[in-house]
Nanobody, 123 residues
């Protein structure tokens, strides 16, 4: 079993920055690819960013150039640096872990999920 705990959400103005962190425990962290997803009220959960065990990264078009995903395999953490935030980035952000080479952008590809952290961007 893998446990994931997100932190770092909050309220920020348009154009501001936030850094989300996800602490992972329970299994060998480096065996898992990690992802960040988000879900706004009334919308489906959507892919934000993903990072492979050796640092390969993928981003949704809507966040490319503004968000940066990273991982520290020694500390069992994955982070999401969010810059130039927009009101449409407002959502609950979830950290997730997947084992294997499944499609990185699919919710169903991920085996474990955190409880989520709220990010609100005011206009």
């Amino acid at each position: 079993q893998v446990q994931l705990v997100e932190s770092g959400g909050g309220l920020v103005q348009t154009g501001g920055s936030l850094r989300l962190s996800c602490a992972v425990s329970g299994r060998t962290f480096s065996n898992y690819a990690m992802g960040w997803f988000r879900q706004a009220p009334g919308k489906e959960r959507e892919f934000v960013a993903s990072i492979t065990w050796n640092g390969g990264t993928y981003y949704a078009d809507s966040v490319k150039g503004r968000f940066d995903i990273s991982r520290d395999n020694a500390r069992n953490t994955v982070s999401l640096q969010m810059n130039s935030l927009k009101p449409e980035d407002t959502a609950v952000y979830y950290c997730a872990a997947r084992r294997g080479g499944a499609a990185y952008y699919r919710v169903a590809s991920y085996n474990y999920w955190g409880q989520g952290t709220q990010v609100t961007v005011s206009s």
